[in-house]
């Protein structure tokens, strides 16, 4: 069911954790299976990530897109950041089975929040970028919606 990088990611995830004083950081989450996911960035004066840690607390495939998409954008401008979406991140992993695409979004949608917070910090708007949907720390607002 899961490509070998998909497990090797799995069971070996890079870059898990904090980074402490970091430059934007990102919580999504998946209202349906409840997964949670946290990624950190540290961004260095000419907007070149220089780090990226995660946290899931969800499944196997979103620990394993968190894992990857942490490498994809390491060492990456905030633009190129923004072309790490949910499809580049699967074609990394060789692909992941149709009913855990929705997993890989949640790598996407957490980039997106971490460089939306890192952009509000510093005062300023990332071509592209639209503010997060499912960020935990928005959701409150939102609750009288429902
Ligand atoms: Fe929820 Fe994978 S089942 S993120």
């Known amino acids: 069911m899961y490509t070998e990088k998909v497990m090797d990611h799995f069971q070996n995830p890079r ?9 934007g950081v990102g919580t999504v989450g998946n209202a349906k299976c409840g997964d949670i996911m946290r990624m950190y960035l540290d961004i260095d004066e000419d907007g070149v990530i220089r780090d ?11 620990v394993a897109t968190s894992s990857m998409a942490t490498e994809l954008v390491i060492g990456k401008t905030i633009q190129e950041a923004m072309q790490v979406t949910n499809k580049a991140v699967m074609e990394a992993l060789d692909g992941l089975p ?37 960020d935990i720390h928005e959701d409150e607002e939102q609750e009288e919606e429902y």
């Open 98 to 134: 149709p009913v855990k695409v929705h997993c890989s979004l949640l790598a996407e949608e957490a980039i997106h929040a971490a460089l939306w917070d890192y952009a509000q910090k510093k005062g300023i708007s990332i071509e592209g970028l639209e503010k997060p949907k499912s």
């Open 15 to 23: 870059n898990v954790g904090e980074i402490e004083d970091a430059s």
């Open 52 to 62: 990226c840690k995660f946290k899931t607390f969800g499944c196997g495939a979103a």
